[in-house]
C-alpha cells in the first residue's frame, strides 16, 4: 500500500523523455493517451508502483490525487450557526483579482449563494452537482467551493471578484495532477495573479507533482499562490503547497518565480496557537484563523435537521481546517491589490503586517507570521 493516491494506470512523461522511455513504457503495456503542457499521460494496466519501482524514477510520475483530508469524511465537517454574512453590495465594477480552483460553485435556481453575487466568475463546467444520500442532505464536498470563494470575499471589500475553477471531484474531494495545472493555467492566461488552493497530498517519493510544479513554473514572478498545509496534525511537507520554485537560499528572496505560500491554522479560542488539526513545520510561510471559520454554506433550511436540533442551517456555516485559512489569507491579499501593487507586493504588506505565532517541535521554537 503506497502512502500516496495517485490515478491508477496512469504516468506521466515530460515531453523531452518520451522518446527515451517510450520502449520501455510499452514493455508494460503503457501508451500515450494525450496530456497538458510539456507533460504526456501514459495508460496502461500493470500497477503504478511496480512500473516506476523497475524505472527506478527515471522520466515518469504517478498522475497525484489530492484531496480535501479530514474535511468531509472526518471530524472537520461544517456545523450549522446562528451568524451570517452580511451580503455585499456588489460595487459598479468587480475586479476579478484572485482565481480559486476547488470543487465550484452551488447554484440554486440558477444562481450562485447570495453572498457571492455577482461578485463570482464561473463557467458553466466549474458549476457543482449536489449529490444527496438516502436522507437527501449533500454527499461528500460540494459546498467547499462555494465555502472557499465566500471566506476569500469575506475578505477581501466589495470591488473584488474571483475566479471559480472546478476541477474537485464534489463527491470525492479528489482533483488529479493534470486537471489543476490546467485550471491554473486557464487562469494565467486569463492574467489572474493571486490563486488559493485549498487541498493537498502527498506525494511518490515526497517529489513535487510534475504537472502542477510545471504549471506554477509557467506563472509570472509576480504571482502568488497561496495554499493550504493540510490537516493531518503532521509536520510532514505536503503538496502542492509544499512546491519551492527556483533555488532556496537562506535569507534571499526568489523574484524570478511565482511565490507559493503555504498556510496552516490556528486556533484563537484561547490563546492564539496552532491548530490540533493543523500540519506545521518550518515549511509553512504563515498561519490564519483557521477554527469555526464562518462562510457560505447551502441554502436556508438545507441540510435538512433533526425537528428539534439548534442551531439550524441557515445558507451559512462554520467549518474548520487550513482550506480556509488560506482562503482568509488569499482573501487580504486581494483587498489589498490594485494597479499600483502586484500580488505579491500585497502578500508582503500582509506578512509584514502580519502578528506571530510561536510554534514549537523537535528542533525548539520559533515566531512564525499569524494573520488574524
Not at 511537507?237 to 523574484?255: E, F, H, S
Not at 496552516?264 to 492564539?272: E, H, K, N, R
Not at 489569507?329 to 501593487?341: K, Q, Y
Amino acid at each position: 500500500m503506497t502512502r500516496y493516491r495517485h490515478r491508477a494506470g496512469e504516468l506521466l512523461v515530460h515531453a523531452d523523455d518520451c522518446a527515451a522511455l517510450r520502449p520501455e513504457l510499452a514493455a508494460f503495456g503503457y501508451h500515450p493517451a494525450g496530456g497538458a503542457g510539456p507533460l504526456r499521460r501514459f495508460t496502461g494496466t500493470r500497477p503504478v508502483p511496480e512500473v516506476l519501482a523497475a524505472l527506478g524514477g527515471r522520466g515518469a510520475s504517478p498522475n497525484h490525487v489530492f484531496g480535501l483530508d479530514r474535511i468531509i469524511w472526518g471530524d472537520l465537517r461544517p456545523r450549522p450557526t446562528n451568524n451570517k454574512l452580511t451580503p455585499v453590495p456588489a460595487a459598479g465594477h468587480i475586479e476579478v483579482r484572485a482565481g480559486v480552483i476547488d470543487t465550484g460553485i452551488v447554484l440554486k435556481d440558477g444562481e450562485p449563494h447570495e453572498f457571492l453575487g455577482t461578485r463570482v466568475r464561473f463557467d458553466p463546467e466549474d458549476t457543482v452537482r449536489v449529490v444527496r444520500g438516502e436522507d437527501g442532505n449533500p454527499v461528500g464536498s460540494a459546498g467547499h467551493g462555494t465555502f472557499v470563494a465566500g471566506v476569500v470575499l469575506a475578505h477581501a471589500g466589495p470591488a473584488v471578484g474571483v475566479r471559480m475553477k472546478g476541477v474537485i471531484d464534489e463527491q470525492s474531494g479528489d482533483a488529479e495532477d493534470l486537471a489543476v495545472a490546467n485550471a491554473i493555467d486557464d487562469l494565467r492566461e486569463e492574467g489572474v495573479t493571486l490563486i488559493n488552493l485549498s487541498f493537498s497530498g502527498q506525494t511518490y517519493e515526497d517529489q513535487p507533482p510534475k504537472a502542477i510544479e510545471a504549471a506554477l513554473a509557467r506563472l509570472s514572478p509576480e504571482t502568488v499562490v497561496v495554499a493550504s498545509a493540510g490537516n493531518r496534525g503532521l509536520r510532514q511537507r505536503v503538496y502542492p503547497a509544499g512546491i519551492k520554485l527556483g533555488p532556496t537560499v537562506a535569507g534571499q528572496v526568489d523574484d524570478k518565480h511565482a511565490l507559493v505560500l503555504p498556510i496552516g491554522s490556528a486556533d484563537v479560542t484561547l490563546t492564539p496557537r496552532v491548530a490540533d488539526f493543523s500540519n506545521f513545520g518550518p515549511w509553512i510561510a504563515a498561519y490564519a484563523d483557521g477554527v469555526d471559520v464562518l462562510g457560505p454554506y447551502f441554502h436556508p433550511g438545507y441540510p435538512a435537521q433533526p425537528p428539534d436540533e439548534v442551531p439550524r442551517f441557515n445558507g451559512y456555516a462554520v467549518w474548520s481546517g487550513t482550506s480556509f485559512s488560506a482562503a482568509i489569507v488569499t482573501g487580504r491579499i486581494a483587498a489589498l491589490m490594485s494597479p499600483d501593487v502586484t500580488a505579491r507586493d500585497a502578500a508582503g504588506k500582509v506578512l509584514a503586517a502580519a502578528g506571530s505565532l510561536t510554534v514549537s517541535d523537535v528542533n525548539g521554537s520559533g515566531e512564525v507570521p499569524f494573520v488574524s
